[in-house]
Structures are given as structure tokens and as C-alpha cells.
């Protein structure tokens, strides 16, 4: 199911995000702990007005919530506020009479009127979910802890925890296939304590904890979060909207292969858009997800536990990648960066780049100049650089590589028989030139959050015949570009390249064409 997590103010608030996303959801979780003090007392009545099964959770801040002046301080680490707690339970009771389908309760409420409040809950027919947090890993007995809260199947456990590295996430994975064997084992009964476990909740929070949002379902949660609007109740929290539409979670399921995109940053990438539109166009049992990692290898060596049949791969892995594959093709031979990497008996390292580049740029050429002896600038020298020199050497341009270390440059440029220069040198060569360049290549992070002012040629003179590239695609238009557009050059961002490349991934992943 996807529970759309709701830390509005008032209730109103939290029903107009409810009525927005009802195509999206299953049930809704108010976070009271967000809520305004005066509204308390309406709580009551939020279920029937929601019309959804409705999860009351009031959140301690050293699990995640927030501090309210409805029930005042909650203490430090000495322990919660005893004033406190007896708030927060009345408040919970009052509202326990409106039909509430559950309500959530952290492991460690053992106060008095927290029992009662269990019991209350139990005695109206509101389910009681059993919660832990932990916002700095994953714990090594995450999975006995939850069966140890659900009871004897009495409560649902559940657990959200921040992974801080792909062995937290893939210790996250195991934690999903251990509780799977005790709920599925006998139906999850023991021979002499009876039930052990029917439900359970159990997501990652954080960028890298992120597939587990995704994927909570296929693998035996029986939901995931989600929020809308401008305020998210957890980290990692994302649109229900884009749950079902971008990562098409209603059909994934324990044997969905998945793909996805490796790097760090990466959760800001447009790629899952891209190939699960064609994962659901071509109706395969697929899904490409972003992995954020520390240490891409430890994803590699542990595909099996991941179900994982391809990655793309992107900034700082280009390089660092190569040595784990188990093969590579020529070109990544002859550019040194993988940003392709296939299962197959081992992996395979193959790089899109450069015929991702070179697709919309001859687009735009075709049928008035070709590549071929066109005078081309590429400005940097790193992974990416090197992809766009292989592709306009491999078509006969006549290429200068520019870069602020001038030795990078010259490195990169002779590699590729072509010309290095300094950035410095760069505006005064330009003025002495006859004929301008024909196509300029911005391939540094200049320009791209958080340098989203930069601009690595301040400079440079655009006489308006050029074509400006850039391969930052977000934002849309750089300094760069505005500049080379303002003196009238033909700007392409790097989205189209970003789409060239990732049809071709595609066909390498599926054997399909987007």
C-alpha cells in the first residue's frame, strides 16, 4: 500500500493534501506532532472525513518529530517529560473514538498511560503499530528486534532507518528477506509461542536508503511512505504521484529486475524518468531506481541480493568503476570512463557518452555542416571531456581542448591527437583567430548546483555562429549558455544528450529500443 504521510498544521490542510493525491494512495498517516495545538480536539472526526484508512502517529523529536507546544517539552536525553507523555496520550485518547485504522507508538513507550492507550486501542479495533528509528545506520539485530515487537504477532513492528553506505542498504535487504522467511514460514507461526509475524513496516530513509522506499512493497513491507505538498515528514519522503507514474509501483514484485544509476550526488538525476517510461512502454517487469553510494563496488559485488541487471553511472564513478568490471568495449578503452555497466555473467563496462553527444549535435548539423573539419572547443578535461573529444575526434573535427590546469588539457588533448590549452590563455588566443570555432563544449560542473552562477569562460567571445553546448541539462539554461544565446548562438543543454545516451543504455540493459 503507499501511505501518504501528512505533517500539514491543521486539518484542513492535511485533508486538501488527502483529496489531491486519492489517485495515488491507499490509506493517510496525520502527523499530529505537526499540527497546530488548537487543532487537537478535531482529530476525532479526521478518518471519516478522509474516507481512507488513517494511521494517528504523534512523533517524539528524538524519533523524527517535532517539538509541540500541545503537549511542551519533551525532554532531553535524560529521558521523555512524564507532563508530556500524559499529553500526548490524552490527546491520543480523545481522538482513538473517531475509527482510527491504527495508531503508532514508539518500542520504548512504557509508560502507564501509554499501556492504556495500547489497550484502548486494542478494545476499539485500532491496530497498533510497535516503531523504531535509527538515524545513523542500520542496526546489526534490525531484524529480531522487529519480531520481537510485533509481540507474538500482536502489534506491527516497524523500522526506519538511515543507511550511510551500500553495506547498510544491502544489511536492509537481508533484514526484508529474514522477515519474509519467518512470515512465510508455517504462515509465520512457532510451534509453542504461536504467531510470530503477519505485517510488518520497514523503509530506509535518506538518499540511500531510497530504493527501499521504492521497493518496500516487492520486497514484504505492507506499505511505504510518501509526501506531498512543500514539507516532507521524513527524509527521502517523495510524491505518491511519482511512486506510481515515474517508478510504476503498483507492478513491482519480488522478481522485478532492476536497473538503476550509480553516482553521488545522484537523486537529482532525470534518468528513472526516462527509462521507466520505456520499462512501462515496452511492458517489461522492470524498474530503474537512483543508488546515492559511498562505494559503488560493494553494489557491484552484491547484484545477486539486488536482483540488479544494469546501472548507469555518473559523476565521480566514471573512472573508478572500470576496474570492477569484469569487461569493457572499446570505448571505454579508448575515453577511460565507463558510464555503462551490463550483468551478464560479470559485468560489462561500455560507455553511451559520447554517441549520447554526438546524436542531438549532429541533428542540428545535418544537411549544413558536418562534424568533419569543424573547428570544435571543449572546455575541461575531465570524464566527461574525454567522451566528447573521442566523439568529435571519431568524426574528423579539428578539436582544442581547454582547461584551467593546462597540463590536464594538453594531457587529454594528446591522447586524442588534438590541441590542450589554458582557460587563461584562451580569450586572448580567440581574439587572434581568424575563423571562429563552429561548435563550443562546456563539460565541467560549472553552472550545476551548487555553483549554479558559475561560468568557466566568463570571457569568452561568442561572435553568434557558434553552437554552445553544454552538458549540464539542470538548470536549463547556464550562465554559459544565456551568455552564448545573448550573442546570438545556436544553445543545446545536455538533456538531449542525457536522452541520446540513455536510448542506447536501454537497448543495452533490454535488447529493446526506447
Known amino acids: 500500500m503507499i501511505c501518504l504521510s ?8 492535511d485533508l486538501e493534501l488527502i483529496k489531491n493525491n486519492l489517485d495515488y494512495i491507499d490509506m493517510a498517516e496525520i502527523r499530529a506532532d505537526f499540527l497546530l495545538p488548537d487543532q487537537m ?11 481512507l484508512p488513517c494511521i494517528l502517529t504523534y512523533r517524539w523529536p528524538k524519533d523524527g518529530g517535532r517539538e509541540n507546544e500541545a503537549v511542551g517539552a519533551a525532554g532531553g536525553p535524560e529521558g521523555l517529560n512524564p507532563s508530556a507523555i500524559e499529553s500526548r496520550c490524552r490527546i491520543i485518547h480523545e481522538a482513538l473514538s473517531g475509527g ?9 513507550a512504557d509508560a502507564e498511560c501509554e499501556l492504556q492507550l495500547v489497550k484502548s486501542a486494542e478494545a476499539a479495533g485500532t491496530r497498533v503499530i510497535i516503531s523504531f528509528h535509527d538515524f545513523t545506520g542500520v542496526p546489526d539485530n534490525l531484524a529480531q528486534r522487529m519480531i520481537d515487537n510485533s509481540r507474538g504477532d500482536r502489534f506491527i513492528p516497524k523500522a526506519a532507518v538511515m543507511p550511510q553506505s551500500s553495506n547498510d542498504l544491502l544489511k536492509l535487504v537481508d533484514v526484508y528477506k529474514r522477515l519474509e522467511e519467518v512470515k512465510h514460514t508455517s504462515q509465520g507461526y512457532s510451534c509453542t509461542n504461536g504467531p510470530l509475524l503477519s505485517d510488518y513496516i520497514l523503509v530506509g530513509m535518506g538518499p540511500i536508503g531510497f530504493p527501499s522506499r521504492i521497493m518496500a512493497g516487492a520486497w514484504g513491507s505492507m506499505l511505504t511512505f510518501c509526501s506531498a505538498g512543500s514539507v516532507s515528514a521524513a527524509p527521502g519522503h517523495i510524491r505518491p504521484r511519482d511512486l506510481v507514474e515515474i517508478y510504476n509501483y503498483r507492478h513491482l ?8 544509476i550509480i553516482g553521488r550526488p545522484v537523486m537529482h538525476t532525470k534518468s528513472p524518468e526516462i527509462h521507466n517510461a520505456a520499462i512501462r512502454k515496452h511492458g517489461i517487469d522492470a524498474v ?3 543508488f546515492e553510494t559511498p562505494d559503488p563496488e560493494m553494489l557491484l559485488e552484491n547484484a545477486g541480493k539486488l536482483n540488479l541487471h544494469g546501472l548507469s553511472v555518473t559523476i565521480p564513478y566514471k573512472q573508478r568503476v572500470i576496474s570492477a568490471a569484469d569487461s569493457v568495449d572499446e570505448s571505454v578503452d579508448a575515453i577511460g570512463a565507463c558510464n555503462t555497466l551490463v550483468f551478464q555473467n560479470g559485468w560489462r563496462g561500455s560507455n553511451t557518452d559520447w554517441l549520447g553527444f554526438l546524436a542531438p549535435l549532429e541533428k542540428i548539423l545535418s544537411g549544413k555542416t558536418p562534424v568533419k573539419g569543424c573547428s570544435a572547443l571543449v572546455i575541461g578535461a575531465g570524464g566527461a571531456a574525454r567522451a566528447v573529444v573521442y566523439a568529435l575526434a571519431s568524426r574528423g573535427a579539428d578539436v582544442t581542448v581547454a582547461n584551467r590546469t593546462v597540463e590536464k588539457a594538453e594531457a587529454l588533448a594528446a591522447d586524442f591527437g588534438c590541441r590542450g590549452t589554458g582557460l587563461d590563455a584562451l580569450t586572448e588566443e580567440r581574439r587572434a583567430e581568424r575563423s571562429p570555432y563552429r561548435i563550443v563544449v562546456q563539460t565541467t560542473s560549472a553552472g550545476m548546483e551548487p555553483d549554479i552562477d558559475g561560468n568557466p569562460v566568463p570571457g569568452f567571445d561568442f561572435r553568434g555562429v557558434e553552437i554552445a553546448y553544454d552538458l549540464i541539462y539542470a538548470p536549463e539554461k547556464t550562465v554559459f549558455l544565456k551568455q552564448a544565446e545573448a550573442a546570438g548562438c545556436i544553445v543545446m543543454n545536455g538533456f538531449p544528450m542525457l536522452k541520446a545516451q540513455a536510448d542506447e543504455q536501454f537497448r543495452l540493459f533490454t535488447g529493446f529500443t526506447v
Open 41 to 51: 480536539p478535531l482529530l476525532r472526526d479526521f478518518p471519516e472525513q478522509a474516507g
Open 253 to 260: 514484485n519480488a522478481g522485478t529486475k532492476v536497473f538503476g
Open 6 to 13: 501528512c505533517p500539514g498544521s491543521t486539518i484542513e490542510a
Open 100 to 108: 482510527w485504522a491504527f495508531i503508532d507508538l514508539e518500542e520504548d
Open 288 to 290: 530503474y531506481l537512483p
